[in-house]
């Protein structure tokens, strides 16, 4: 089990203000690949991983098509966008010395769809999730 600590208020904010705000057009599309690369997923089964974006990419590639959406250059850049925003909240909340939970991943992705209005992506996201794809 990870350790927390308590966030400072100002962080709350920043956090808060961070999450509501929508894609911004402006956003870089580039992954922190130094400070993604650091984390440690701990799994239910206890088996510790690498952070591998690729995996959220890929799910997320994969609720677009299941809700019938083409996977055009927009839609592409919608996911970077929103894969970028999942590694910048958890590189926030994490230590590089810290393991994240799986399922707390899984639980910034759907945060992270809804704040900015992909219902309906989120919704496909879960059931991928609920399948065990």
Known sequence: MK??????????DRRIQ?????IDENLP??????SAHALRI????GQLTTFDIDKISDALVQSTL???RELDD???GVIDQLCSQVVQALTDDVSESETIEADDID???EMTLMLNQQAE???????????GC
Do not use: K, M
């Not at 350790?3 to 709350?12: F, L, N």
């Not at 961070?18 to 929508?22: I, V």
């Not at 996201?125 to 399948?131: D, E, I, K, P």
């Open 3 to 12: 350790e927390t600590t308590p966030e400072s208020s100002a962080q709350t």
């Open 29 to 34: 599309l580039e992954v922190d690949e130094l």
């Open 107 to 109: 639980l910034q992705v």
């Open 74 to 76: 927009e839609n592409q």
């Open 121 to 131: 992506l989120a919704e496909a996201y879960l059931q991928r999730y609920a399948l």
């Open 42 to 45: 701990e799994h239910a089964d």
């Open 66 to 68: 299941a809700i019938g």
């Open 18 to 22: 961070d999450q509501q705000n929508p």
